[in-house]
């Protein structure tokens, strides 16, 4: 939607061809199975949505959206101590997706240039008679007689944005138009993600908003996270990695959120009420498509997680997804309204790799991890940034510009900033070492829920 927003500001029509009957309001629908799932906007993500569509953010917290402050509101159990409470500046917006959805939705109708196309599947590329660009794209109704063939209509486009999330087939269309499909790298820590929804214990205390039990790499594969979403509600999210995946069962759930780095999500969840089955979601592997390096036809660009889609525990992809529809507005405005997609993909790569670079390197300190490399870089940065979690509980600038990164409003490299260089250094190598608090809560889990060791054989 971001993408259409930026296209129309070019061209005099955009299609957005969406595969499902989209809702009027924030419900779910089967196309993106992931917004059953916590969502949340870093800062830099809800600045881009706000620039592209004005009043999104006063929309969503008439909502019920909470709009609330990275330092003050969110507190966070890293391996090293809980994150450190003051507000900071770094504002950033909960809801469900389904709710964010619909809001960004609103506004996109309203703008004359913009039509939703519902129910119809792209099924492939159309391309020019010399085989040189993309000119449209195959559409087909997406629920039909299965007796009968399916009608195949072209759509022609000037333009073709694929933005049909990590399931893209685009690699495959390319391919058998005779273009190189472009290779894919893919980092898995195998990750595990479930999900209810409670209403909470009226005037359940507690000195969070939002609270995150992170896990401890290498051997503690659990974590969990309660957000509040619109309607008073609170999204609950546990996630094991290394296969330890969340059950889905009343119990199962229950016991995997007892065995959290502390007691805090249990007892905050023990006598709320459940509004909700609980979801599971396992499709949550790094997986980034090198269009750069591809020779992509002109006519065509990709964006989202059609390029790059991220372990979610990370909530980089949407806030990403708004910098990339900011790099197709420059492309556009540099030709003048023609978009040379060779240049684009490059940006898109360019705005991928840090939080790529983050991500990984961070999934890379589990065992059973596959895919990727452990280089010399990859091991320095873990130490390095074990050194900064190390710092956070004590320090709140170093939190702070750590979160700015987190946020994207800074890229990695302000991890070098002497205000967290110098720290590290005088941690690492200082005269007088000061060793980082042990955590608050020693870990709660109970022998029984020990399979970490089990997943590590995987
Ligand atoms: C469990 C989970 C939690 C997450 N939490 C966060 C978070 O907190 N913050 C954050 O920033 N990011 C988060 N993310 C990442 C975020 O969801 C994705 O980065 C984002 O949804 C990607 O958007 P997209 O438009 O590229 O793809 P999608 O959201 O996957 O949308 C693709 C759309 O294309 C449609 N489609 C697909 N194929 C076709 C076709 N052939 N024809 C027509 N239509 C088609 C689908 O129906 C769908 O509507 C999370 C992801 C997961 C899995």
Redesign the pocket.
Known sequence: MLAARVLADHFDRVTV????QLPDGSENRP??P?AR??????KR?LMVAEELFPGVTADLQAAGSHLLDQGRDFRILYRSGWSPRAEIGLEFCTFT?PLLEATIRRHLVANPKISLLQG???AGLAISGDGARVEGVKIQPRHQDPNVLPEVQTLAAELVVD???????APEWLEAAGFAKPEETVVDAFWG?ATRIYEPVEDYKKDWKVLFLMNRPPYQPRAGIIQPIEGNRWIVTIAGVMHDYPPTDEEGFLKFARSLSSPELYRAIEHAKPLSRIWG?R??ENRLRHYDKADVPQGFAAL???VC??N?VY?????L?GLEAQALRKCLRDGKGRLDSRRFQKQVAKLVAGPWALTTGEDLRWPATQGGEITAKVKFMHWYIEQVIRLIPRSQEVFRRFQEVNHMLKPPTALFHPAVLGPVLRQAFGPKRIFAPKPQEAPARAPQHSTSTMAVRH
Do not use: N
């Open positions: 061809i969406e595969r499902d196309g993106v992931h799932h916590l969502h949340f906007f870093f993500g997706r119809f599947e792209v933005t049909s999330g990590r399931g893209s087939k993600y979601y499709r949550t989202g997680d059609a889609g991220f979610p909530g980089v992809g949407m806030t997804i």
